[in-house]
């Protein structure tokens, strides 16, 4: 067995930032901008937990989206910033009839039965700019991956990573939503 010393770190100040660029361009792998859940941990949520409560882990973390999962670890679904907006949440306690500190981020959540994905096996052999164009297509911010074989979310994509990747604004515009477009209509 080795003897390790232990040192202060009461005069180290700085954190050391990775200068290891990520830069990806456009036909890239798409693989190059996937997040993958065999490397990397998928960021999630506790179904138990309030939705004003993540909201604000979400916004302390800087991590705009979050998978959803039971106590089994089971894939409920995913919620946004979106989902967790004031509105919406104001929206849905008025309709369960709840204090808006009581509804659950399983109450604003997207369910898992609701969401589409991108196959892993697409992605392995897509471009980055093929992702882009379904995401702008689609007006979305993330995409999860799957693994049909092995029946499993394999990872995700995420609008802001690629941006960061390709060192350019990665602009998804947002549809209209019904209420939106009946007032503008009127």
């Given amino acids: ?7 202060s770190t009461a ?30 941990r998928p960021i999630v949520v506790d179904a138990s937990t ?18 959803v999962i039971d106590k089994d670890d089971k894939f409920l679904g995913v919620v946004t910033m979106q989902e967790l907006s004031h509105h919406n949440l104001l929206m849905t306690a008025k309709k369960l009839e709840h204090n808006i500190d009581e509804v659950l981020v399983t109450d604003v959540m997207v369910k898992r039965e609701d969401l589409q994905a991108f196959d ?11 992702v882009v164009r379904i995401l702008k297509e689609n007006s979305l911010h993330h995409m ?10 394999r990872g995700i994509i995420a609008a802001s990573d690629l941006a960061r990747k390709l060192s350019v604004p990665i602009e998804i515009h947002q549809r209209p939503s019904f209420s939106q477009i009946f007032n503008t209509a009127g």
């Fill in 120 to 130: 892993y096996d697409q992605i392995a052999t897509a471009k980055v700019s093929d």
């Fill in 144 to 153: 999860l991956v799957i693994d049909h074989e092995l029946h499993h979310i």
């Fill in 11 to 40: 005069s180290v100040d700085h954190l050391l930032w990775s200068s290891k660029v990520q830069v990806a361009h456009m036909d890239s792998p798409a693989l190059d901008i996937f997040t993958d859940f065999d490397v990397a």
């Fill in 1 to 7: 067995m080795r003897n390790l010393q232990l040192f």
């Fill in 50 to 67: 309030t939705a004003v409560g993540t909201g604000k882990i979400m916004e302390k973390t800087h991590a705009y989206m979050r998978l």
